[in-house]
């Protein structure tokens, strides 16, 4: 009995891999929305151009510009939309050739 729920557990786990291997997920549906507008390069929430008055920090002084994220991507990699993607989420990208160790 007891081997015999195993079993059953095993066989839908292997179902449930072959399903979602053979799966057609939408385009809409792979995270390339462009609805999260908080993604979006230089989106400051009413900041003009990445600087800000704020009497409460020294007066009024400006926001000093913040550095953003740098990624590492393989060339082949550019082959695939994820770079694009990463570019346009307000990531910077430094292609490079990353050499394979056997």
Known sequence: MYLDSIKREKQAFQQLIQQ??????PAD???RDTGNTLLQRGSGRGE??????????AGGATKQE??????????????SSLPSMIHKRGIDIIPLTIEVMS
Do not use: L, Q, Y
């Not at 003009?48 to 920090?57: I, Q, V």
């Open 20 to 25: 979602k291997a053979h799966m057609v997920i």
């Open 29 to 31: 549906r792979e995270g």
């Open 48 to 57: 003009e151009n990445g600087k800000s008055n704020s009497t409460r920090k």
């Open 66 to 79: 913040e550095t953003r994220p740098i990624v590492i991507v393989d060339m082949r990699e550019f082959r």
